[in-house]
């Protein structure tokens, strides 16, 4: 059975040619060949077609085999190259050899060509696997480099943001406080409305940095991409401005995922902004979703990436792109192309730990001049469509009369949420900390309505409260408030099934409005647990 090769042939002497050809198919090869003697023929010929090998004389009146091999170099070729002349000594040979050839023999012992091209076809071809595998293994290596360098930023930005929010809920709460104090003409009210915006930017900014560091609480619903890419659609038509064209095209039975529907609405307008402001001069935008299936080979070639069924979503623009350099830091947070005061660089970040937080994967393509796609992966979920109401849904925020225990370390905190309840008509009955509270409740004769708990404090943290008080206070209801996430009621981010969270910073009525639903509702209630101490605090 003859088998194929592409052989460029070096060789001025038309009659030596013929020999090497009839001896290649005395091994059962059948030879697609050219016949070159000059430089520019040899490059000529690697410019039109991809050979298999080189067969070359070692001097030829024009050319030689050395300068073919530097040819070779020049262009980062490794084929297999191979010398045949009638006049080259062994101390020459060994020259080439140094210099790239592969093999060398003479014109009077050709009986050895057959052999001597087998083998250099399976070195090369054990070459090339081999570079590919070092190729695959480089790349995985610069991707788990990145990953642990997201990481550790994101634990940084994790730790400043727990701070931030405790230090906003105090400064945005007493500002809304002053507000409803005064008349809106007066000209103090509007000094401290402007004290009120920076406080609610500031807020916005360390929720995405817990969103980019994972640290967020998310509240998973199961639901539709298609749907919420349809509510949206209005929104992002409105964000977008009429230079710039939207197309949504839809998988038809699209897999269910389980996300939290806030924060996949985050992502979606996220990665439509930066589309927007990558098109200044307008373009296309296409949103897509589509059902995807993830192999082991892809989740080998990606790290942090489990086989399986998936939802796709991408978001492709025709905007400026992106450059390499620039690719390997777009999800870190603080980083931006953009000029100054057009944009926090917390975008893509707040995309990337939205979706890794959620089971999810993100990439992104892009080369400059040619536009972007960000391709979001979430896994499949099982189960029937959430349907959540929209804010406009919402009732009025009502007040109450009941008994509240609020348990806060941190003095200035508990002062101003006292206010802000009673202010609302509630009993307050305050502890600085969990120990505080088991007393408080030991002593006190009346009901307790809820408690209203930090989840991280010293000596006792909020859920090990809870459970000491449940056989003590079975029918008070419990809601934990915090500004990080923590094991003790979320598992990887996930709230606990019937548990209420209210996440910091919070505003006077965001609060009012918590507690009068947790106290309206029924909710699961919380076992008691053997006496442990807390590790949170």
């Not at 067969?55 to 030689?64: E, G, K, L, V, W």
């Not at 309505?449 to 079975?474: C, F, I, K, N, Y």
Request: aromatic share 4%.
């Amino acid at each position: 059975m003859t088998r194929p090769l592409r052989v460029l042939i070096l060789e001025d002497c038309e009659d030596d040619a013929e020999l090497l050809l009839r001896e290649l198919k005395r091994q059962n090869y059948e030879p697609d060949y050219i016949r070159v003697d000059t430089a520019k023929g040899m490059n000529d010929a690697l410019d039109r077609e991809t050979w298999s090998l080189i067969i070359s004389d070692y001097s030829m009146p024009q050319f030689t085999a050395m300068q073919a091999l530097d040819i070779l170099k020049r262009r980062n070729l490794d084929l297999p190259f191979v010398i045949v002349s009638g006049t080259i000594g062994e101390e020459t040979a060994a020259i080439a050899m140094k210099s790239g050839a592969h093999d060398f023999l003479t014109k009077g012992k050709l009986s050895r060509l057959g052999a001597a091209v087998e083998r250099e076809l399976r070195d090369a071809e054990d070459r090339r696997q081999h570079k590919k595998a070092e190729e695959a293994l480089r790349k995985s290596e610069e991707q788990l480099r990145q990953s642990q360098k997201v990481e550790a930023i994101g634990r940084l930005a994790g730790g400043i943001a727990h701070d931030f929010n405790n230090l906003l809920t105090i400064i945005n709460g007493y500002t809304e406080l002053l507000l409803a104090r005064l008349p809106p003409q007066d000209r103090t009210s509007r000094d401290i409305n402007e004290i009120r915006k920076a406080g609610m930017r500031a807020a916005s900014l360390t929720r995405q940095l817990l969103a980019f560091s994972r640290k967020q609480i998310l509240e998973p619903k199961v639901l539709d991409m298609n749907a919420i890419v349809v509510e949206l659609e209005k929104m992002l038509r409105r964000l977008i401005g009429e230079d710039v064209r939207l197309t949504i095209v839809q998988a038809p039975g699209l897999r269910r995922i389980k996300a939290d529907p806030g924060q996949i609405e985050q992502v979606i307008m996220n990665l439509v902004v930066n589309a927007r402001d990558a098109m200044p001069q307008g373009g296309n935008l296409t949103l897509e979703t589509a059902n995807v299936d993830l192999d082991e080979a892809y989740a080998g070639r990606h790290v942090g990436v489990r086989s399986g069924a998936y939802i796709l979503l991408a978001v492709s623009d025709t905007g400026s792109g992106i450059d390499k350099e620039s690719m390997s830091h777009i999800f870190e947070p603080f980083y931006t192309t953009k000029g100054p005061g057009k944009g926090t660089g917390l975008g893509l970040s707040t995309v990337y730990g939205i979706v890794k937080q959620s089971g999810g994967n993100v990439w992104a393509y892009s080369e400059p001049g040619r536009g972007t796609t960000f391709k979001i992966y979430l896994p499949q979920a099982e189960g029937t469509v959430d349907r959540q109401p929209r804010d406009g849904q919402r009732a009025g925020i009502a007040r109450g009369s009941e008994t509240l225990l609020l348990v806060e370390d941190q003095k200035e905190l508990r002062e101003l949420v006292r206010e802000m309840l009673e202010m609302n008509g509630y009993t307050v009955v305050a502890a600085g900390d969990g120990l505080e509270a088991l007393e408080i409740c030991q002593r006190h004769e009346g009901r307790i309505d809820l408690m209203l708990s930090d989840v991280v404090m010293p000596q006792m943290g909020g859920r090990e409260l809870a459970q000491r008080l449940a056989t003590l206070r079975p029918d008070m209801k419990v809601l934990y408030m915090s500004g990080y996430t923590s094991n003790a009621i979320v598992h990887h981010g996930i709230l606990d099934p019937g548990t209420a969270f209210l996440q910091k910073p919070f505003t006077p009525d965001g609060l009012a409005r918590k507690v009068r639903e947790v106290l309206d509702q029924g909710q699961e209630p919380v076992q008691a647990s053997p006496v442990r101490r807390s590790r949170l605090g």
